[in-house]
């Protein structure tokens, strides 16, 4: 089993349904279209040095502790969520939603605008602890060697329970880029490009 479809066995179908309001085949389905969507974006983001080290101090604020146990859809905050899905796609928000929703006609814009605040929390959590296992240990740094508060735009996470390891900034295409493009390189991320093409990346480029 790849990495990304490791987590997308781990959201639970039955919270996705009654969130959205339809069946677990169709949440499944749902699930399979925003999760690779969201990685995808903010693999492109990381690309850029800046989106990189925006990414990294985000990364801090939103680890917990991943034992491979389910996580809780309806304990996300989508406020949160949502400030997270603007930060990845910016203005092509709605574009992404758009071409996802049009690739897949089971589903409706309206049902992936609505999950995509709600795993997005979800993927930076999954996507924090799997950075800091690719870290050296060591001493916890964030890229500017600053507070280690998120900046604005990637909300912080007031019950984190302690920083992502962080590498300083590689050179473009280095470091968190790679690992998201490892990521998707297999399972359920395969093809994402070629869908959304130059809307992702739409955050902070």
């Given at each position: 089993m790849s990495d990304i479809d490791q987590l997308i066995s781990q959201i639970p179908l039955s919270q ?94 309206g049902m992936l605008a609505k999950l995509l605040p709600l795993l997005a929390p979800i993927v930076l ?81």
């Amino acid at each position: 089993m790849s990495d990304i479809d490791q987590l997308i066995s781990q959201i639970p179908l039955s919270q996705v349904a009654r969130q959205l309001g339809v069946d677990e085949p169709t949440a499944q389905e749902a699930v399979n279209a925003a999760i690779p969507a969201l990685l995808g974006g903010l693999g492109a983001n990381a690309q850029d040095p800046a989106g990189e080290a925006s990414l990294m101090e985000a990364l801090g604020q939103h680890r917990r502790a991943d034992d491979g146990s389910p996580y809780d859809v309806d304990a996300q905050d989508t406020a949160d969520g949502q400030k997270i899905v603007h930060h990845i796609f910016g203005s092509n928000t709605d574009q992404v939603v758009n071409q996802l929703a049009g690739a897949r006609g089971a589903l409706g814009s309206g049902m992936l605008a609505k999950l995509l605040p709600l795993l997005a929390p979800i993927v930076l959590q999954w996507l924090a602890n799997k950075w800091g296992q690719r870290s050296d240990g060591g001493v916890s740094r964030t890229p500017s060697g600053g507070t280690g508060q998120a900046p604005a735009g990637f909300p912080t996470n007031p019950d984190a329970q302690r920083p992502a390891p962080q590498r300083e900034p590689q050179q473009q295409g280095g470091g968190l880029g790679d690992l998201l493009g490892g990521l998707l390189g297999g399972g359920s991320g395969g093809g994402l490009g070629d869908l959304l093409g130059g809307l992702l990346g739409g955050g902070r480029r």
